[in-house]
């Protein structure tokens, strides 16, 4: 396969002035008839006219009227073109029920959808599918079905056909077209300058009831992306479409947003807290990204994080803004952690803004998104609220309408505020974690602070460069006062010091303040240190981290000493569960022990090589530790923090269920789950119903519960994905292999649905111990399973492969059992573009 470059960048050879499509709908047959006008574009070196194209059947081609011989080449076709102005019209034909890649068009369940991000237009017609070649588009549709939608505003409508207008120029990955046998939950909004926006959710008939809460989610992100950040919506209609077979979780299409059902679709009885807060949080970034993605997109997609890093940074602030500041922090740093720090520490490490690629889709990552957010919160926080505020909107005015670059994005800023913007571009190019030591030293009322700075080797990138990080640093005095509040440091060398004067004793230093950094702090501070801060640092974020950097020692000593839990830690960690003035969903978190993966990760940068089965009966040995040190405590918490009244997933509400689920998880380790049986029989939410449950399928003792619950949820895809994916990501290591194998003979197991093959494939890839079952049945039975889906689904498949990216941590039995696993997957004949760049990488 071949790799793309972005220094290879060309502009296309033409401009697109107008599109014109129409679409005959039929499922083996669909055909679709296209007119472009092209006209040569300026910027242009010129060079062969040449159209993107793939699996097409074409009918016919002309040029200005007459038919044109159009030569086919490697993934489109090229043909002469009128040195002007020409038109292109060209019929193809297509087969959307046939197509279970689920990109381009395709059907689900009797609809028809569309993707067409990253590069899946080409799969509807020809055309120049690279996101700098925008358009305005006119699409008819033409079908015998009830709904027939597509960008823009609808114009006419008749029995059968439908036509809409997109005036925004487009890139052709926002095109969007969805018919089917739908029903709307309509709402409106006005914007800020009084214009009537129709707002709908299409769903299958049976869904109307869950549409509720994501339409008021729509509302609350139009006014907020109003009042924050001055955007006002610009159609006059605005549709969100619920699809039940989707590779991602939504997309973005100019007026027409396609969300996986489970992005979307939410009621009390079957969805959790959790869900709630994240369809929320789906909602406003794609409805974010009308501004920051398709006004103003990218030049080509090495850009991808200017408009999902960006958007993912919007959507972050809007849930702080929602919810709580604090608690979406931490939940954004443990995911950050959990799945970015996780890819930029091993194989499949690249920049924010990737040099080269084989397989774009392969590059939607934590790193592009979360990371590429992170990185967006350091320039706020270097050039303030006002130097961002002003920067954003240079941005939007001075790109409105283009297909922009990193370049662009950073001039805003250095324009907007002065700030050389140079060594901080390095985020930009640097892949891996960068690694901040930290030195104290106290004389004379001086207190310095030494830090250094260093990022490993990453694939393709020996060394590393200094980078601009904003270290925010607050001390405390002793006995808790903050005798210097919060200030941001910039640490650009390789190490540098900062002074503070006239301090009487050696303060109590609280480091990287809410997280202003993604980087890995080596400090080997003393857990007296770390109780100190977990009861009185002023930061809620490093109240937490500094409970969750105690757990970790204490684990990591259980583990690889065999010590007992410490007793000082079950003493902090009880306080802070008590501690009333703390909320509950902060709470909840400070009672949440690190993954067994995170776990791993830290013994195996320790050069200790982890062993999953000891990291699990470590973690079960200090939760149930905590259970019986604190059971008064979780008991009282057990039995107030119930929420009267009728469920609702306002944050309140939901973090009083997070804390009394904590609770119910230690106290089942130690009751028998004699509160859980009883929380299932009558929880009347799916929260309290799927914690019962995953409460009594840690010890083991979830049986009947199961069985009641699929009898109970059987016509409800969503909820069944639960049922797998618990069951799949919670087995006992020695049951999960045929745990795993049963539920994927399952006769509601339907692997071609990514949703649940992801619930269990990537359910059995999350159960750490279970996954890496000593006898590597688990490392073969994934392996086969993706071998089986990649001629199916090659995206799902590759992102799937992420599962082996640690391989390299474990030990050489295990090592050898996966290499071998991705070896056969390397080797299958006619395997796809996408795994074979996955699997390339991780075996590098
Ligand atoms: N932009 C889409 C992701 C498309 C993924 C293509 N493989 C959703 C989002 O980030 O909002
Ligand atoms: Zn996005």
Not at 251 to 257: D, Y
């Amino acid at each position: 396969p071949r790799t793309i470059y972005l220094a290879d960048y060309t502009p296309f050879t033409h401009v697109v002035e107008q599109v014109e499509l129409t679409f005959r709908l039929a499922p083996a047959t669909t055909r679709v008839l296209s007119k472009i006008t092209f006209a040569p574009n300026p910027e242009s070196d010129g060079g062969t006219f040449f159209l993107h194209g793939e699996a097409l059947k074409l009918i016919s081609a002309r040029i200005d009227g007459a038919a044109v011989e159009v030569r086919p080449v490697e993934g489109g076709l090229t043909c002469d073109v009128p040195s002007g102005r020409f038109v292109w019209e060209a019929e193809v034909e297509i087969s959307p029920e046939s197509n279970t890649a689920l990109e381009g068009l395709y059907m689900s369940n009797g609809m028809y959808c569309t993707q067409c991000e990253a590069e899946g237009f080409r799969k509807i017609t020809y055309y120049p599918d690279r996101p700098d070649v925008m358009a305005p588009f006119k699409v008819r549709i033409e079908g015998d079905l009830p709904v027939l939608l597509s960008n823009g505003n609808p114009v006419a409508q008749g029995e059968g056909w439908a036509e809409w207008v997109d005036p925004w120029p487009k890139p052709a990955y926002l095109f969007a077209l969805v018919a089917g046998e739908l029903v709307n939950h309509l709402d409106s909004f006005t914007t800020a300058s009084g214009k009537q926006v129709e707002l709908n959710i299409w769903v299958r008939p049976g869904d109307k009831d869950k549409c509720a809460f994501g339409m008021d989610a729509l509302k609350r992100s139009m006014a907020w992306d109003e009042q924050v950040y001055g955007r006002e919506y610009d159609l006059d209609i605005f549709n969100i479409v619920a699809v039940d077979d989707f590779n991602m979780g939504a997309m973005e299409n100019k007026g027409l947003n396609i969300f996986n059902s489970s992005a979307v679709l939410a009621s009390p009885e079957t969805a959790t807290d959790a869900n709630f807060e994240r369809i929320e949080g789906i909602i406003a970034h794609e409805y974010f990204h009308n501004w920051t993605g398709n006004r103003i997109t990218c030049r080509d997609w090495f850009q991808l994080c200017l408009k999902e890093g960006l958007t993912v940074f919007r959507d972050q602030q809007f849930t702080g803004d929602m919810r709580s500041h604090p608690v979406k922090r931490i939940s954004d740093v443990l995911e950050l952690r959990a799945r970015q720090f996780r890819e930029d520490n091993g194989p499949l490490a690249h920049p924010v803004r990737p040099e080269s690629f084989v397989e774009i889709n392969n590059f939607y990552t934590a790193t592009v998104y979360e990371k590429g957010a992170e990185v967006i919160g350091m320039l706020k926080t270097l050039v303030g609220d006002t130097g961002y505020k002003a920067a954003l909107d240079l941005y939007f005015e001075r790109h409105d309408g283009d297909a922009a670059t990193i370049e662009d994005w950073l001039k805003v800023f250095e324009d907007a505020t002065g700030r050389d913007l140079s060594q901080f571009k390095r985020w930009y190019s640097q892949a891996g974690t960068p690694r901040v030591g930290v030195e104290e030293a106290l004389s004379d009322g001086t207190y310095t602070l030494t830090l250094t700075q260093a990022t490993p080797a990453t694939p393709g990138q020996e060394v590393a460069e200094p980078l601009v990080i904003p270290v925010a640093v607050g001390l405390l005095s002793p006995n808790g006062d903050e005798v210097v509040p919060t200030q941001v440091l910039e640490l650009t060398e390789t190490r540098q010091e900062f002074t503070f004067e006239g301090l009487g004793a050696k303060p109590v230093l609280s480091i990287l303040r809410n997280f202003s950094a993604p980087v890995i702090l080596e400090r080997d501070s003393p857990n007296a240190e770390r109780a100190f801060l977990l009861a009185h640092d002023t930061d809620p974020f490093n109240r937490w981290e500094a409970g969750r950097a105690l757990a970790k020692d204490v684990l990591v000593r259980m583990i690889t000493e065999d010590a007992a839990p410490a007793p000082d830690y079950l003493s902090a960690l009880n306080t802070v569960a008590r501690d009333e003035t703390l909320d509950p969903a902060f709470r909840a978190l400070a009672l949440g022990l690190p993954s067994q993966d995170d776990l791993a990760q830290t013994l195996f940068e320790a050069r200790r090589t982890p062993d999953p089965l000891a990291i699990r009966r470590s973690v079960r040995a200090l939760s149930r530790a905590i259970a019986e040190h604190s059971g008064e405590t979780l008991s009282d918490l057990y039995d107030d923090m119930i929420v009267p009244g009728p469920y609702s997933p306002d944050a309140e509400a939901a973090g009083q269920r997070a804390l009394r689920g904590a609770a119910l998880g230690y106290l089942t380790l130690v009751d028998d789950g004699t509160r859980a049986r009883a929380q299932f029989e009558t929880a009347d939410n799916m929260t309290e119903q799927l914690g019962a449950l995953a409460a009594l399928l840690n010890i083991d003792a979830a049986e009947s519960e199961l069985a009641r619950f699929r009898a109970q949820w059987q016509g409800d895809r969503l909820v069944m994905d639960k049922w797998f994916g618990l069951q799949a990501s919670m087995a006992p290591p020695d049951q999960a292999a045929e745990r795993a194998q049963c539920l994927t003979e399952d006769s509601d197991f339907d692997w071609k649905n990514p949703n649940r093959f992801r619930a269990v494939i990537g359910g059995l890839a999350m159960n750490a111990a279970g996954f890496h079952a000593p006898t590597g049945a688990n490392y073969r039975l994934v392996g086969d399973w993706l071998i089986r889906l990649d001629p199916v689904n090659p995206q799902t498949t590759a992102r799937m492969t992420t599962a082996f990216q640690t391989w390299r941590r474990y030990d050489a039995d295990r090592q050898g059992m996966i290499r071998e696993v991705l070896e056969k997957i390397a080797a299958t004949e006619g395997l796809s573009r996408d795994t074979t760049e996955m699997v390339g990488r991780i075996l590098a």
